[in-house]
């Protein structure tokens, strides 16, 4: 028998190695070889080898066949042999009569194989090892369990890595890169994501020469669900929006939409403006923090005029009116820039924002936003962003 604290010691020390080693086309099989190395003598097995599931067969990758042929080449996946390893996650060939490797057993030293099964997406593998004279039961299925469960979670997990990295580039194609050039208006941008996607949400909208829109919003949550509903909410805006057309009602249909939605536990903030080229705007803020209008050294917040979208299927909205005139300036942002907070908890806050806003409201759009940014990340002792930040500006210049 195994001494328990030095066993779950080395187990430690091989479930971490799982999930920290690099992924690649070794990964396994450097796993493979650890397993044997690290319980080889004390669970007694040895020879490790890998079939991967190719079509209707298992195939040897690893090692290659020799020519002796040591081990089987191909194992029919509809073998009984296979079906007990798929159905069990972990089986031990001690009867004579079903094996998944008969000539083990028939060797002159006293051997018999065990499997464990690993999936991954659409792909599966199986280790096989042999195991030697002194093994126990317990000893190796709750090894090999332990570390089948290991590897199909840090498999699993580099799955849902690349399928976020593909959301994450389709959201990001749907987000404008840089602010259009508007006639009359210097306008700058930046959002900075806590994960790999972005739950904050801005767009642009311009429909001619007189007047432009802006969006702001943020989806409830991270990951997929708020890319899923970022998406929604920009493509919904984008088909929806049409100059002369009434903002309650463009907004309240998108409220909709979104509600009824596989996502309608989930809900956004959302304000949008629009802006004509003598500066009248015209506004609709659905439950987002308000954008601050400065004027000299005042400040105009522009409040919310009904609550979040998607959180029920009918919301009573309202737009609001208010002008701009030459030098000032909108300032819109998501929580993720108020809410910063230091390593003593400490909040950043509205009142620094606002500080920096009309200290700095002679400079241009973009040095705006690189002061809040740049305070935002001294203010936070230089960590990683916590929550998804995005500041947008708009000056009016004439």
């Known amino acids: 028998m195994i001494e328990p604290k030095s066993f779950y010691k080395k187990l430690d020390n091989l479930l971490d190695k799982i999930s920290r080693e690099k992924a690649g086309t070794n990964y396994l099989y450097t796993i493979l070889l650890a397993l044997e190395e690290t319980f ?21 990758i690893y090692p290659e ?31 004579p009569i079903l094996s998944i490797d008969p000539a083990v057993s028939k060797g002159w030293e006293y051997a018999i194989p065990a499997a464990f099964r690993i999936e991954a997406k659409e792909e599966n593998w199986i280790f096989v090892y042999d195991l030697k004279s002194g093994w126990v ?17 840090r498999l699993f997990s580099e799955g849902i890595k690349d399928d976020l990295k593909q959301a994450a580039t389709i959201q990001h194609s749907l987000l404008p890169e840089k602010p259009p050039q508007i006639h009359g208006f210097d306008i700058a941008f930046r959002s900075r994501a806590a994960d790999l996607i972005v739950g904050d949400l801005y767009d642009f909208h ?39 057309m009434k903002l309650v009602h463009i907004i309240k249909k998108l409220n909709r939409v979104v509600h009824r939605s596989n996502y309608s536990t989930r809900y956004a903030s959302l304000f ?38 998607g959180f029920l299927a009918e919301i009573k909205l309202h737009q609001m009116y208010t002008r701009m005139v030459p030098n000032d300036l909108l300032v819109l942002y998501s929580d993720g820039i108020v809410e910063s907070q230091n ?23 973009q040095q705006i936003v690189d002061e809040i940014f740049k305070s935002l990340y001294k203010f936070g002792d230089k960590n990683k962003w916590k929550d998804d930040s995005t500041v947008m500006v708009i000056k009016r210049i004439n």
């Open 343 to 365: 390593q003593n908890g400490e909040i950043f806050g509205l009142d620094n924002l606002k500080k920096l806003a009309i200290e700095h409201r002679t400079n241009t759009s």
């Open 137 to 153: 039961r317990e000893e190796v299925e709750f090894c090999f369990n332990s570390v089948r469960q290991a590897l199909d979670h």
């Open 40 to 60: 080889g003598e004390s669970i007694r097995i040895a020879n490790g080898r890998i079939y991967e599931a190719q079509v209707e067969e298992y195939v040897l």
């Open 65 to 95: 066949m020799t020519d002796n042929g040591a081990y089987p080449e191909i194992i029919p996946a509809k073998s009984e042999a296979i079906v007990h390893v798929q159905d069990y996650g972990t089986y031990i060939y001690d009867n």
């Open 206 to 244: 311009i429909f001619d020469e007189e007047s432009f829109g802006v969006c702001i919003g943020d989806a409830c949550g991270h990951g997929l669900p708020a890319a899923l509903l970022v998406r929604d909410v920009v493509t919904g805006l984008r088909m929806g929006l049409e100059k002369e």
């Open 272 to 309: 949008y403006c629009e802006i004509q080229n003598d500066g009248d705007l015209v506004y609709v803020n659905a439950g987002h923090p308000a954008p601050l209008l400065v004027h000299n050294n005042q400040i105009k917040e522009l409040q919310a005029t009904g609550i979040t979208i």
